[in-house]
Nanobody, 125 residues
Framework: QVQLVESGGGLVQAGDSLRLSCAAS????????MAWFRQAPGKEREFVAA????????VYKDSVKGRFTMSRDNTKNTVTLQMNSLKPEDTAVYHC??????????????????WGQGTQVTVSS
């Protein structure tokens, strides 16, 4: 079992920045993919960003490219999501997730085995 705990959400204005963190309770294996998903009220959960633990490669949702940056800290088993130039449409609960198997697309939430409780991000206009 892997427990994931997110932190760093809050209420900001459009154009501001936030940094989300996700701490894993155990060492993250090289086969893992770590990701951030978000869910706004009345909408389905959607992929935001992912990082392949072994090589650090990242992939992003098109609408956040150039604004969001995902990174990892191998020694602390944490991932972060630096969010800049935030927009009202970024408002959602952001969840950290872990996919333990190397196969499969990183943007498919069904392939993720562990999820955090989420942290609220609210961007006012």
């Amino acid at each position: 079992q892997v427990q994931l705990v997110e932190s760093g959400g809050g209420l900001v204005q459009a154009g501001d920045s936030l940094r989300l963190s996700c701490a894993a309770s155990t060492r993250i294996s090289n086969s893992y993919t770590m990701a951030w998903f978000r869910q706004a009220p009345g909408k389905e959960r959607e992929f935001v960003a992912a990082i392949i633990w072994s090589g650090g490669e990242t992939v992003y949702k098109d609408s956040v490219k150039g604004r969001f940056t995902m990174s990892r800290d191998n020694t602390k088993n944490t991932v972060t999501l630096q969010m800049n130039s935030l927009k009202p449409e970024d408002t959602a609960v952001y969840h950290c997730a872990a996919k333990t198997r190397a196969s499969g697309y990183a943007n498919n939430p069904r392939l993720y085995d562990y999820w955090g409780q989420g942290t609220q991000v609210t961007v006012s206009s």
